[in-house]
């Protein structure tokens, strides 16, 4: 039931990260340079924090991390920013996690793995749904919006496997956080002199950074230990659904017929060769 728990919670943070933003960047509330450094710096501080004061305070107070760690975060944070000035909610978050999921098969099979018949299908389906998305129409998402959130994924899945040998992934999550000080302090400071800034627009960004990404990500990491690889890949195909109904429900935003297809197509897809791929391991 802990494990449960802890997990719900975790992906109802991620999807409030596509939330917060969308609520935060669409009306002008604030720009994405101010709302990227702002997130940083608000998810540095709590994840300081938690290193320092935490229950763990005592086995570990020197944060880790490493400045490719680093890159790759605040990469995936100033893409899904600006990606959001162009995307609803759910679909930002729909081509964020499907971006992460195919950018780690692919690494997986660059390594020399090789993937099966049902894995190979899965892959073919996912990528075929997700050209059917963006394919052109009236209903097609932002071009550019749509490059720019895939190269969120791409960086958050480079942040992912650069931190898959962690020892401490709290200490390391906030290394990489604080690393990205000096340049979100920059980006705030640009944002705040050269572009109207709301209260609201503030209040957003430090939720998404300190609430939504870091006790979201100090949850994840809580539950993580009690879930198995393909559990914790799969699960995070939830976060897409709960941010499109988040994002009709909070925002208004519609819930296209396309959408609804694209996504059944992408995530089932990427589900199939999770899953037969951990068939094939075992």
């Known amino acids: 039931m802990r494990t449960i728990v802890l997990t719900t919670i975790a992906m109802l943070a991620f999807a409030a990260n596509s939330v917060l933003a969308r609520l935060a960047l669409a009306d002008g509330a604030i720009d994405a340079a101010s709302y990227t450094g702002i997130r940083l710096i608000a998810g540095a501080v709590l994840l300081y924090g938690l290193l320092i004061w935490g229950p763990h305070a005592g086995a570990a107070r020197r944060i880790g991390g490493s400045w490719p760690g680093a890159a790759a975060l605040f990469g995936y944070a100033i893409f899904f920013s600006v990606a959001y000035l162009m995307l609803g909610a759910g679909l930002g978050a729909l081509i964020l996690f499907t971006s992460v999921q195919m950018s780690m098969l692919g690494w997986a099979v660059f390594r020399g793995d090789r993937p099966g018949t049902i894995e190979w299908i899965g892959i073919a389906l996912a990528i075929a749904s997700l050209a059917y998305l963006v394919s052109p129409g009236l209903a097609a998402p932002h071009p550019l919006g749509t490059v720019l959130m895939a190269l969120a994924g791409m960086s958050w899945a480079a942040y992912s496997l650069i931190g898959r040998g962690s020892k401490s992934?709290?200490?390391?999550?906030?290394?990489?956080?604080?690393r990205c000080l000096p340049v979100a302090i920059i980006l705030a400071g640009l944002g705040l002199l050269t572009a109207p800034v709301t209260y609201l627009g503030v209040a957003y960004a430090i939720a998404s950074g300190a609430i939504a990404s870091g006790l979201g990500y100090?949850?994840?990491?809580?539950?993580?230990?009690?879930?198995?690889?393909?559990?914790?890949?799969?699960?995070?195909?939830?976060?897409?659904?709960?941010?499109?109904a988040g994002g009709?429900?909070?925002?208004?935003?519609?819930?296209?017929?396309?959408?609804?297809?694209?996504?059944?197509?992408?995530?089932?897809?990427?589900?199939?060769a999770l899953l037969a791929a951990e068939r094939r391991r075992r």
Do not use: H
């Open 169 to 178: 992934a709290l200490a390391d999550t906030a290394g990489n956080f604080v």
């Open 218 to 244: 100090a949850v994840w990491y809580m539950a993580l230990p009690s879930l198995s690889r393909v559990q914790a890949s799969t699960v995070q195909l939830t976060v897409p659904a709960i941010a499109a």
């Open 248 to 272: 009709a429900f909070i925002i208004g935003e519609m819930f296209t017929l396309r959408l609804a297809l694209a996504a059944i197509g992408i995530l089932g897809g990427v589900a199939i």
